[in-house]
């Protein structure tokens, strides 16, 4: 059926291509459409308006038939819908739609696929996952291009400290219904539940290290981020010093790893004493080994797992004295003697261990004299020592001690007994003893240090007059003991006849040394001249 249009059918149809207007739009859900009616060959309104008559350009209309681009009411119309690979387009086919009514179309991509383009009509509207037709009032096509997603990270290392801790990653998808999660590569030290569609920022959790450095990596929409830990390796030593003796020898020290996968590498600070070749992972045992030490002390260091040990070797000085040692008198003076070392740079520096009376300034290094100077001694013989390097040189001075005695000797009575006197020390110090140098009548057992006195026993004397000594602290004490001489004679009065005669009396000593002399108390008639020593006869 041919239908003429009339001026006032032109103004109507006019009117609702104004209304809907050429082109592509989109409803309040944002659901594209397209005009279905549209004035082909008509581009001048003026010129559409005053056409009384069909021209050459205009169409009939029939329905049903979309080659017209329109139809009249009451038809139904044809939306043919399909699908490229990778995707799914609901419904699809050729799709029945009433004339006037609505209708929707969802697009679905596969895993990892998005709807790139959907044309419509031959017109390409873009990257929609729903279309829909207002008002249809013609045929219609519709068809979707799938594209595979793509993905882009924002740097692909991440570098991270011992420590570990959180990090963040930007991911940049190819469209916003891309779907991506994060993915660890398994390693238990890294974790992560990152998940998104589209542009989107992921997050991933790196616990600390205990061990060596490590790599693993954290997988996005096909992209990797390398993930670097540092090492946390940690070393423990013990102990963490030795004090080594001068001669050489073989040690060792135990060092604890914070994990058995740590590394360790012994180095000696000092290779020309001490030597390590010590290396190994986890805990062990470093073994090392030091050379003599013939000069002074030392120390060093063996460097491990960036930990110190320290070693430090006593003095291998030795000193050699010329003259071995030294006998001073009791007086003030001055001497030296020669010490020298078993190297270069031992220290000759010297003290002593009796600054009371030895003093010495010996300094320098390696070989040299020593000088010293001694106090006068007023006491006992001593000794005492200059020290180098813990070496002992020893001094002995005589002894100075001086005793007096007060008094310097005495007068004994013949009948003897117990006496005594002083002795003075030049000092305190000073021992002294006495000894009688008379043992068979005088008598002492004296001693002492120091001031004092001195006792002493005398026997009796029975003969003439006589002398003694006692000594003490080498001085001599003088005795004088009075004469001790007793007489006895046979008859004191004898009777004797008026006639001249001649007459004798015998005479007892107590010491066969005694003498004795007869004299006459009465000259003129008793006349005697005999003398004698011990026992005798008077006549």
């Not at 059926?1 to 609702?16: A, E």
């Not at 000797?409 to 002795?423: E, K, Q, R, T, V």
């Not at 046979?490 to 107590?510: D, K, M």
């Given at each position: 059926?041919?239908?003429?249009?009339?001026?006032?059918?032109?103004?109507?149809?006019?009117?609702?291509?104004i209304?809907?207007?050429?082109?592509?739009?989109?409803?309040?859900?944002?659901?594209?459409?397209?005009?279905?009616?549209?004035?082909?060959?008509?581009?001048?309104?003026?010129?559409?308006?005053?056409?009384?008559?069909?021209?050459?350009?205009?169409?009939?209309i029939?329905?049903?038939?979309?080659?017209?681009?329109?139809?009249?009411?009451?038809s139904?119309?044809?939306?043919?819908?399909?699908?490229?690979?990778?995707?799914?387009?609901s419904?699809?086919?050729?799709?029945?739609?009433?004339?006037?009514?609505?209708?929707?179309?969802?697009?679905?991509?596969?895993?990892?696929?998005?709807?790139?383009?959907?044309?419509?009509d031959?017109?390409?509207v873009?990257?929609l996952?729903?279309?829909?037709?207002?008002?249809?009032?013609?045929?219609?096509?519709?068809?979707?291009?799938?594209?595979?997603?793509?993905?882009?990270l924002v740097?692909?290392?991440?570098?991270?400290?011992a420590?570990?801790?959180?990090?963040?990653?930007?991911?940049?998808?190819?469209?916003?219904?891309?779907?991506?999660?994060?993915?660890?590569?398994?390693?238990?030290?890294?974790?992560?539940?990152?998940?998104?569609?589209?542009?989107?920022?992921?997050?991933?959790?790196?616990?600390?290290?205990?061990?060596?450095?490590?790599?693993?990596?954290?997988?996005?929409?096909?992209?990797?981020?390398?993930?670097?830990?540092?090492?946390?390796?940690?070393?423990?030593?013990?102990?963490?010093?030795?004090?080594?003796?001068?001669?050489?020898?073989?040690?060792?020290?135990?060092?604890?790893?914070?994990?058995?996968?740590?590394?360790w590498?012994?180095?000696?600070?000092?290779?020309?004493?001490?030597?390590?070749?010590?290396?190994?992972?986890?805990?062990?045992?470093?073994?090392?080994?030091?050379?003599?030490?013939?000069?002074?002390?030392?120390?060093?260091?063996?460097?491990?797992g960036?930990?110190?040990?320290?070693?430090?070797?006593?003095?291998?000085?030795?000193?050699?004295?010329?003259?071995?040692?030294?006998?001073?008198?009791?007086?003030?003076?001055?001497?030296?003697?020669?010490?020298?070392?078993?190297?270069?740079?031992?220290?000759?520096?010297?003290?002593?261990?009796s600054?009371?009376?030895?003093?010495?300034?010996?300094?320098?290094?390696?070989?040299?004299?020593?000088?010293?100077?001694?106090?006068?001694n007023?006491?006992?013989?001593?000794?005492?020592?200059?020290?180098?390097?813990?070496?002992?040189?020893?001094?002995?001075?005589?002894?100075?001690?001086?005793?007096?005695?007060?008094?310097a000797?005495?007068?004994?009575?013949?009948?003897?007994?117990?006496?005594?006197?002083?002795?003075i020390?030049?000092?305190?110090?000073?021992?002294?003893?006495?000894?009688?140098?008379?043992?068979?009548?005088?008598?002492?057992?004296?001693?002492?240090?120091?001031?004092?006195?001195?006792?002493?026993?005398?026997?009796?004397?029975?003969?003439?007059?006589?002398?003694?000594?006692?000594?003490?602290?080498?001085?001599?004490?003088?005795?004088?003991q009075?004469?001790?001489?007793?007489?006895?004679?046979?008859?004191?009065?004898?009777?004797?006849?008026?006639?001249?005669?001649?007459?004798?009396?015998?005479?007892?000593?107590?010491?066969?040394?005694?003498?004795?002399?007869?004299?006459?108390?009465?000259?003129?008639?008793?006349?005697?001249?005999?003398?004698?020593?011990?026992?005798?006869?008077?006549?």
């Open positions: 059926m041919k239908i003429k249009y009339s001026r006032l059918c032109r103004v109507l149809l006019f009117s609702l291509f209304f809907s207007g050429p082109g592509t739009h989109a409803d309040a859900e944002g659901v594209y459409f397209r005009p279905i009616i549209s004035v082909e060959g008509r581009e001048d309104l003026n010129s559409f308006l005053a056409a009384d008559e069909p021209s050459a350009g205009s169409r009939n029939v329905p049903g038939d979309d080659k017209n681009g329109a139809s009249l009411p009451g139904a119309h044809e939306i043919n819908s399909s699908a490229g690979p990778h995707g799914s387009i419904p699809a086919g050729i799709v029945t739609v009433s004339h006037g009514a609505d209708r929707t179309f969802v697009i679905t991509p596969e895993a990892d696929f998005y709807a790139a383009d959907v044309i419509v031959g017109s390409h873009g990257p996952t729903v279309y829909k037709f207002s008002g249809v009032t013609g045929n219609h096509t519709i068809s979707v291009i799938f594209a595979p997603c793509s993905y882009s740097g692909n290392k991440q570098d991270v400290g420590s570990g801790g959180n990090f963040n990653f930007d991911i940049t998808a190819s469209n916003i219904s891309c779907a991506w999660s994060a993915e660890s590569d398994k390693r238990t030290w890294i974790s992560t539940a990152s998940s998104g569609t589209g542009n989107g920022t992921g997050s991933f959790t790196v616990s600390a290290n205990p061990g060596p450095a490590r790599s693993g990596s954290v997988t996005v929409g096909g992209k990797s981020i390398a993930v670097n830990q540092a090492s946390g390796c940690s070393f423990e030593l013990s102990p963490v010093s030795h004090i080594v003796p001068a001669a050489s020898g073989s040690h060792n020290f135990i060092i604890t790893a914070s994990d058995g996968g740590c590394a590498t012994a180095t000696s600070n000092s290779p020309s004493w001490i030597t390590t070749s010590g290396s190994g992972t986890g805990n062990g045992t470093i073994d090392y080994t030091v050379r003599a030490n013939t000069g002074p002390e030392r120390s060093s260091s063996i460097s491990v960036g930990r110190t040990f320290s070693v430090n070797q006593s003095s291998g000085c030795v000193f050699t004295f010329d003259p071995a040692s030294s006998d001073v008198g009791t007086e003030a003076g001055y001497y030296g003697f020669a010490a020298n070392a078993s190297d270069s740079s031992c220290s000759r520096a010297a003290t002593t261990d600054p009371s009376w030895i003093s010495t300034s010996g300094r320098g290094t390696g070989n040299g004299t020593v000088g010293y100077s001694v106090s006068a007023i006491g006992p013989a001593r000794t005492g020592s200059i020290i180098i390097n813990g070496q002992a040189f020893t001094v002995r001075q005589a002894s100075g001690c001086t005793f007096s005695l007060t008094p000797g005495d007068s004994i009575p013949a009948m003897g007994g117990d006496f005594g006197f002083s002795i020390a030049s000092d305190k110090g000073c021992a002294w003893s006495a000894k009688s140098n008379e043992p068979t009548w005088i008598a002492t057992t004296s001693s002492g240090t120091g001031n004092g006195t001195v006792k002493y026993a005398v026997a009796a004397n029975s003969g003439l007059t006589r002398i003694g000594s006692l000594t003490a602290g080498g001085e001599k004490f003088i005795l004088s009075g004469n001790g001489c007793r007489y006895k004679l046979s008859q004191t009065s004898p009777e004797v006849g008026p006639a001249a005669g001649s007459y004798s009396v015998a005479i007892s000593v107590s010491d066969g040394a005694c003498p004795w002399t007869a004299t006459s108390n009465n000259p003129s008639w008793i006349t005697t001249t005999d003398s004698g020593n011990g026992d005798g006869i008077v006549n």
